[in-house]
C-alpha cells in the first residue's frame, strides 16, 4: 500500500468515525425524539424563509424523494411543516416551515449548541477555522461526484 492510499485511508476513517460519533451524541440531546433529519430539514427551512418543493429538498440533502417524503411526512404529522398544493403546477407540492417547526428547530438548536460549542471550545477557534475550508473542499468534491 501507497502513503497516499493509507492517508486517504485514514482520512476517510477518521471522517466516517467523527459523523457516527457526532451523529449518536447529536440523536442523544435533540428534543422530544427528533432525529437528526428532521431538525437538518426545519433548519433549512428556517434559513431560506422560502417554500421548497420535496424534490428540491431531496436534492439539497442528497437523499431519495422517497426518503424525503418520509421525512415530510413525520414533520407534517408533528405539526412542525406545512405541505400544500402548488396553485401553479397541481403536480407539485410546497413546503413550509410552520410556527411550531420554528419552536421545535430553536429548541434542537438550543440542545446541541452547548454540545458543539464545547467541542469548538476544547479545539480552538483557530483549529476549527483552519479546518473548515479542507472540510468544505471535500464536500464540494464529493458533491460532484
Request: charged share 25%.
Amino acid at each position: 500500500m501507497s502513503a497516499i492510499d493509507a492517508l486517504s485511508i485514514s482520512l476517510i476513517s477518521e471522517l466516517l468515525t467523527a459523523d457516527q460519533l457526532l451523529r449518536n451524541r447529536l440523536t442523544r440531546v435533540l428534543p422530544d425524539r427528533m432525529e437528526i433529519s428532521h431538525f437538518s430539514v426545519l433548519n433549512h427551512l428556517a434559513r431560506g424563509s422560502v417554500e421548497r418543493t420535496p424534490a428540491q429538498l431531496a436534492r439539497s440533502f442528497h437523499v431519495t424523494r422517497g426518503a424525503m417524503t418520509n421525512t415530510l411526512s413525520r414533520l407534517e404529522a408533528s405539526g412542525f411543516v406545512h405541505v400544500r398544493p402548488d396553485w401553479d403546477d397541481a403536480r407539485k407540492k410546497l413546503v413550509a416551515i410552520s410556527p411550531a417547526g420554528m419552536r421545535a428547530r430553536d429548541a434542537a438548536l438550543a440542545a446541541i449548541t452547548p454540545l458543539i460549542s464545547e467541542i469548538v471550545s476544547e479545539l480552538g477557534d483557530h483549529k476549527v477555522r483552519t479546518a473548515l475550508p479542507v472540510l468544505r473542499e471535500i464536500r464540494l468534491k464529493l458533491e460532484k461526484g
